[in-house]
């Protein structure tokens, strides 16, 4: 608090003569002070009812109420108050306590000079982070109106950095016949322009990296993501998006024949979910925004938000195929729309997982409603096709908190709180709690330091799963897989450790110990075998570490090995989001005659014009498309465009995660190169596969 602003001060003292003392202190200090005394519990909640509160000076116990339980009640109310907590005496296993309770601090009561410096410090902690907020508001709101801005102009609007899409509007998207804006962030603007034009725009693009504007509209015929062309104008002007500099381009269809009748019907849709007739996520994310907004203005209370999802759906889902699936959510969003009143905001979120935002009600009431779907969906008999069929759901409930200060962070503790759901056996409510956070910190910081350990001591190993030929290509080939075990020997499942480290930043480290071993084995190996060659993975921070290029120059030349013995592979989604440090990773690693693997392709989207800028030997295509091909032809048809592209641009298919021989088969009549899985082999601490052995087959 500025010291010209009133502290609204509450004293949980033993008697109103030591909270007068506590407050003379701080008026004396310059601070001009507002108290409330408070003698019990009851005081203390009435309090918190009426008014907004800087600072609670908490005696550690008082007659009839202690620090501990108001530690409590503050953590329950969500509000951003700092506690400091005074103690006749400092004892080290006591200020622990109170801490972990919520305490920002544990001071003597001998110690006025102390104290005040903590108030202090407090104080301005405090501001800070409501100015942090406000801060949060006003960015948020600015980002808000220009989106809003561009995504309501008829006008088509992108940003562009050196030809990339790096965001496009509504427009835009209904203007080229994409669906999302994912769709397009990866195509260059030269694919949007016609043959005949291209030589034109390549001089524009080369004003535009001198940072000049052209002074005219360009005039042009646009290719939509269909194939057909119009005749367009594009217009340029310099910009700025998440502080990069770009270029901001508006393009008009010149013989623009569209309705204002179809547009408003467009404009409704953009909001529905076609499959369940619920809201969409991208209207549930504007939603939220908006209350996010409205909590940290302290103008919105009581609201609670709910996550559901069918227990078991992947195992339907296999049984009943996508079409069926679909008939199946659509039935449940109706038992669903039947708990949700007109203030309340119901959103198919993503596949089986549905969020419902409830406005205007207490927590209990929001778990009275969460119960109720819970047992409607336990007694429901969805009848799909010819099949009757039960299911039950988990869910999660998250109450909303002036402390909630980020989106991702609300759906972070709700999807928290509907795993805790599920994990505990499905078709129950869980509500999130500071404890539910306290536990998932603490699994995490023992995970940091199990990985920590492992890294010292080189206590993870390898396994390899070979990657085999489907037409006797000679050589071996093996996936490295990273394993660690527990204190009884068994198996951890890397996503228990890896979600962790990555968040701790140890990934450029855990991926460097990696290649390290990898380059022991080839050594060893490649003395009886030198057509043996590894696939590494690594992780979005190595792909965008400047200095691991020369770290593995250093390592190849130290270990005497050529470099096309490794093939480095990234995951689509990390290349998506990291494209241009790729590109630079991707050109150093031909330089040291390693080799590039793109893996989980197709797991983004159908769109693979990002490939036009890597030169990747190896396409490792996704293995949720492998596992769904045999029932869905869109996934069977993208294999096929994915394995017809490779064998068009000379990249090498891998087909991973391969279980059967039904898809064995129709993956050598696409003429995908290569297969993984359990089929062939499961990962092995050994080079155990009989490459020779398949030949003769």
């Not at 009133?6 to 701080?26: C, D, P, Q, Y």
């Not at 590894?534 to 921070?541: E, N, R």
């Not at 690693?589 to 693997?597: D, G, R, S, T, V």
Request: glycine share 4%; aromatic share 8%; proline share 3%.
């Amino acid at each position: 608090m500025e010291k010209d602003n009133v502290v609204r001060l509450i004293t949980i003292r033993g008697s109103a003569n030591e909270s007068e003392t506590l407050a003379g202190m701080m008026r004396n200090a310059g601070y001009p002070v507002r108290a409330t005394h408070i003698e019990t519990l009851e005081e203390l909640q009435e309090a918190f009812k009426n008014q907004v509160f800087d600072l609670v000076l908490c005696a550690v116990k008082t007659p009839t109420i202690s620090a501990q339980q108001a530690l409590e009640y503050i953590a329950k109310t969500g509000k951003d108050v700092p506690v400091v907590v005074t103690v006749p005496q400092y004892d080290d296993k006591l200020a622990t306590q109170m801490m972990e309770a919520g305490a920002r601090d544990v001071v003597p009561e001998t110690s006025q000079k102390l104290l005040l410096l903590t108030i202090t410090r407090e104080l301005g902690d405090l501001r800070e982070r409501r100015r942090h907020r406000q801060a949060n508001i006003m960015f948020m709101e600015s980002e808000k109106r220009n989106r809003a801005l561009m995504e309501s102009s008829r006008d088509a609007i992108a940003y562009l950095h050196e030809g990339m899409h790096i965001y496009v509007n509504s427009s835009y998207l209904e203007m080229f016949g994409y669906a999302h804006p994912e769709d397009v962030e990866s195509v260059p603007i030269m694919d949007m322009i016609s043959a005949e034009d291209q030589k034109s725009f390549k001089e524009i693009l080369k004003q535009l990296g001198k940072g000049e504007n052209p002074e005219h509209a360009f005039e042009f015929k646009a290719v939509t993501a269909a194939g057909s062309t119009f005749s367009a104008k594009m217009e340029f002007a310099a910009a700025a998006i998440e502080g990069e500099q770009c270029t901001q381009i508006i393009i008009r269809n010149t013989a623009n024949e569209g309705s204002a009748e179809l547009q408003k019907e467009l404009d409704a849709l953009k909001r529905q979910d076609l499959v369940t007739g619920l809201y969409n996520r991208n209207y549930f994310m504007e939603e939220l925004e908006k209350i996010q907004k409205a909590f940290m203005e302290h103008k919105a209370s009581n609201c609670a938000l709910m996550q559901i999802e069918l227990d078991q759906f992947k195992k339907l889902q296999e049984s009943l195929g996508p079409a069926a699936s679909d008939l199946l959510l659509s039935d449940f969003a109706t038992v669903l729309k039947k708990c949700v009143g007109p203030q309340d905001l119901a959103a198919r979120y993503a596949g089986d997982i549905f969020t419902i935002i409830y406005q205007q009600k207490d927590l209990a009431a929001v778990q009275k409603i969460a119960d109720a779907i819970r047992k409607a969906a336990e007694n429901h008999i969805f009848q799909v096709e010819s099949q009757s069929i039960t299911s039950t759901c988990s869910i999660g409930i998250y109450r909303l908190t002036e402390q909630s200060t980020t989106t991702k962070n609300v759906l972070n503790y709700l999807d928290m709180a509907c795993r805790k759901a599920h994990k505990d056996g499905g078709n129950r409510v869980h509500l999130h709690s500071a404890e539910d956070e306290m536990a998932k910190n603490e699994e995490d910081r023992k995970w940091i330091q199990t990985v920590r350990a492992a890294l010292q001591k080189d206590s993870f190993h390898l396994a390899f799963q070979p990657i085999v030929s489907l037409h006797a290509e000679p050589g071996e080939k093996y996936e490295v897989l990273l394993r660690l075990k527990n204190s009884n020997g068994k198996e951890i499942p890397p996503v228990e450790f890896l979600v962790p480290a990555e968040q701790a930043g140890l990934m450029r480290e855990i991926d460097r110990w990696v290649i390290r071993q990898c380059a022991k084995v080839l050594v060893k190996k490649r003395s009886v075998n030198t057509d043996l060659r590894f696939f590494i993975k690594l992780s979005q921070d190595s792909l965008k570490d400047p200095t691991l290029l020369v770290w593995i120059s250093k390592l190849l030349k130290a270990a005497r090995l050529h470099g096309d013995c490794m093939v480095f592979e990234a995951s689509e989604p990390y290349v998506l989001a990291s494209l241009k440090e790729t590109k630079t990773f991707v050109s150093g690693l031909k330089q040291l005659h390693c080799l590039f693997a793109v893996d989980h392709v197709g797991a983004e989207s159908d769109n693979l014009s990002y490939l036009n800028h890597l030169d990747a030997s190896y396409l490792k295509i996704s293995g949720a498309l492998i596992s769904a091909m045999l029932a869905e032809d869109s996934k069977r048809d993208l294999v096929k465009t994915i394995a017809e592209r490779g064998t068009a641009e000379r990249r090498k298919t891998i087909a991973s995660h391969v279980q059967d021989p039904n898809t064995l088969a129709l993956l050598w009549q696409f003429g995908v190169n290569f297969i993984q899985g359990n089929y062939l082999q499961p990962p092995n601490a050994e080079l155990a596969y009989d490459f020779n052995a398949k030949d003769e087959d």
